[in-house]
């Protein structure tokens, strides 16, 4: 797609695609480059109704389009993506375990595992009131968490462990 003030191609022109403006432009940059929000952009490009205007840009072909362009550009130039990070985590973590550096290798996991999603931040787990629960209570509800996990784990192999179960000990 032609950035802002270069021609569009003849076959491009007769699909009746328009060129992205000036305008367009300054509040895909601001947006992108400037960690704004899309109604600050708007507001910044200079759109008179920034809320509404963000939302009809970012639904805009054109302007979706070189959104997208925009992007791949970043990640041509910095080389920065999910895969690449968590491939590169994985590297640093058998380095470090092949050192026997332990610490290093536990944070490099941590790290891979919270860009993948499956680890997350306590503060983002809500809370039950769990100093209000009996011990009963909790252990009922740790054993019925517990079981959920298992139902979603998927068994590598037959000769796998069993995890301890939580509740009652005789």
Not at 46 to 59: E, I, K, Q, T
Not at 90 to 97: D, F, G, Q, T, V
Not at 126 to 142: F, N
Request: cysteine-free; aromatic content about 4%; proline content about 3%.
């Amino acid at each position: 797609m032609p950035k802002v003030g270069e021609n569009l191609p003849k076959e491009q022109r007769e699909k009746g695609l328009k060129r992205l403006t000036q305008r367009q432009q300054d509040f895909l940059d601001n947006f992108m480059h400037k960690d704004m929000t899309q109604t600050n952009a708007a507001r910044q490009a200079g759109y008179s109704n920034p809320s509404v205007d963000a939302v009809r840009l970012l639904r805009n072909p054109v302007v979706q389009e070189r959104w997208q362009e925009m992007q791949e550009e970043n990640r041509a130039r910095f080389g920065v993506t999910l895969d690449k990070s968590l491939r590169d985590l994985l590297k640093i973590r058998n380095e470090a375990l092949d050192r026997e550096r332990y610490g290093e290798a536990i944070r490099a996991e941590e790290l891979r595992l919270r860009a993948s999603g499956v680890l997350i931040n306590k503060s983002h787990v809500l809370h039950e009131k769990v100093d209000k629960m009996s011990k009963e209570e909790i252990l009922a509800e740790l054993q019925a968490l517990q079981q959920k996990a298992e139902s979603r784990m998927k068994r590598a192999n037959v000769s796998h462990i069993e995890p301890k179960k939580i509740g009652k000990t005789s």
